[in-house]
C-alpha cells in the first residue's frame, strides 16, 4: 500500500506560480505511473496531468497543457505539479495519486488509480 501526502497548496494572486508536492511512503511508487487530479467546488474531480513510470511520458488536461508541469523524482519518491499563471478557476483541492500501472491510457481515467492523497488546498485570487 502506498500512501500519498500532498502538499504546497495555499492562497495565492491570479497571475503567480505554485509547485505542489506529493512524497509517497510504504510501498515503492517507481514503478507505477502518477497522476494528479483537481475537483473545484460544487464540481466532479477531474484528471490534470499524469507521468510515467520513469518520468520520460506524460499527459496533460487539454485545459492546462500551457501551464502545467508534472514531474517526479523517484529517488526522493515525490511527484510534483508546477502551476504556471495561476487564475481563478484553478482554485480547487489538488489530489495526487499512484497509478495502477506504469503507463497506459488508463492514465486519464480515476479508475486508472489505486492510491489517493487527502489533497492540498490551491485558492487563487483575482
Known amino acids: 500500500q502506498v500512501q500519498l501526502e500532498e502538499s504546497g497548496g495555499g492562497v495565492v494572486q491570479a497571475g503567480s506560480s505554485l509547485r505542489l508536492s506529493c512524497v509517497a511512503s510504504g510501498r515503492t511508487f517507481s514503478g507505477r505511473a502518477m497522476g494528479w487530479f483537481r475537483q473545484a467546488p460544487g464540481k466532479d474531480r477531474e484528471y490534470v496531468a499524469a507521468?510515467?513510470?520513469?518520468?520520460?511520458?506524460?499527459d496533460y488536461a487539454d485545459s492546462v497543457k500551457d501551464r502545467f508541469k508534472i514531474s517526479r523524482d523517484n529517488g526522493k519518491n515525490r511527484l510534483y505539479l508546477r502551476i504556471d499563471s495561476l487564475k481563478p478557476e484553478d482554485t480547487a483541492v489538488y489530489y495526487c495519486a499512484a497509478c495502477r500501472g506504469p503507463w497506459g491510457p488508463y492514465v486519464e481515467r480515476e479508475s486508472g488509480y489505486e492510491n489517493w492523497g487527502q489533497g492540498t488546498q490551491v485558492t487563487v485570487s483575482s
Open positions: 507521468i510515467s513510470w520513469n518520468g520520460d511520458s506524460t
